[in-house]
């Protein structure tokens, strides 16, 4: 058997009972380990599990994911993804590979960033199409998820903006140079994503276009969702870009039509109330 564990967004407390269970009677057990993270290591969730854990990254699951359900067909294997397993990042590949090789499986869910965004008091309803917030490089600056932003703004939507993290990346030289040589890890923070939307913002102009999100369009900045340090910080676009939030992982929301309820809860982490005082978009149903 396969199980696919959602061990949930804070710590190796986080995991269900029954996603527990499954993981104590497992032989094997992989945490998948580029797609997310915890606020605890490795080494405290093998002692929270009582079992050893052996990392999963990208390669590993791309790549090598055959070996991994060769030894599912003749023990009980687990595969630990942080959040849910059909969450931010599906896993269906790994279960079409089951299926086709006849390999019984069974999906033990979790909470996930996806609907724990909640806890800024925005209804989950409410939210439009999700997008992903790359790190830009100098030579390559892709616009495509503000469109998306955009459209989902158009239409009342709000948008859970999920911000890139880069584990076991490779630089060019060394990528072409066939060296397995990895850069430290990087995770984009609520500043970076706000600072890349504010300069799209300013191209759209300087191209005769009046974008639907400004600088004044309100935002939410949420950072460790689920765990004891969990923050979260309301206001504009612009204080996005200044707010200080600490340590990974961050998600930006940017707002769309807000019932009243909405901005009342808003204001309760807001970095300024006057950000909202002049807010006209809300619903009157």
């Not at 599990?49 to 359900?69: F, N, P, T, W």
Request: glycine residues 8%.
């Amino acid at each position: 058997m396969l199980y696919l564990v959602g061990l949930g967004l804070g710590d190796a407390k986080d995991i269900t009972v029954k996603g527990l269970e499954a993981v104590r009677r497992c032989r094997r057990v992989y945490l998948e380990a580029y797609t997310s993270v915890l606020t605890v290591g490795k080494e405290a969730l093998e002692e929270f599990y009582g079992k050893e854990l052996i990392l999963a990254d990208r390669e590993m699951v791309e790549q090598e994911a055959d070996s991994l359900l060769k030894e599912a067909d003749v023990c009980d294997v687990a595969f630990l993804v942080v959040g849910d397993p059909f969450g931010a990042t599906t896993h269906s590949d790994l279960v079409l590979r089951a299926v086709k090789l006849g390999i019984p499986y069974k999906v033990i869910h979790n909470a996930s960033i996806m609907n724990a965004v909640g806890c800024c008091g925005l209804q989950l309803y409410n939210f439009g199409e999700t997008v992903s917030i790359v790190f830009w490089t100098d030579t390559w600056k892709p616009e495509s998820f503000f469109d998306k932003i955009e459209k989902n703004r158009q239409n009342g939507m709000h948008t859970l903006c999920l911000l890139d993290i880069k584990v076991k990346e490779q630089s060019l030289e060394n990528l072409m140079k066939g060296r397995k040589i990895y850069e430290p890890p990087r995770y984009m923070s609520v500043n970076q994503a706000a600072e890349q939307l504010l300069a799209i913002i300013q191209n759209r102009r300087l191209q005769g276009e009046k974008p639907e999100i400004t600088e004044n369009t309100v935002c939410v900045g949420l950072a460790r969702v689920g765990a004891l340090d969990e923050k979260i910080a309301s206001g504009t676009l612009q204080q996005m870009s200044t707010v200080e939030l600490g340590a990974p992982l961050h998600s930006l929301i940017v707002t769309g039509t807000m019932h009243p309820l909405e901005l009342e809860m808003l204001k309760l982490f807001s970095v300024d109330s006057s950000s909202f005082e002049n807010n006209a978009c809300q619903r009157t149903t």
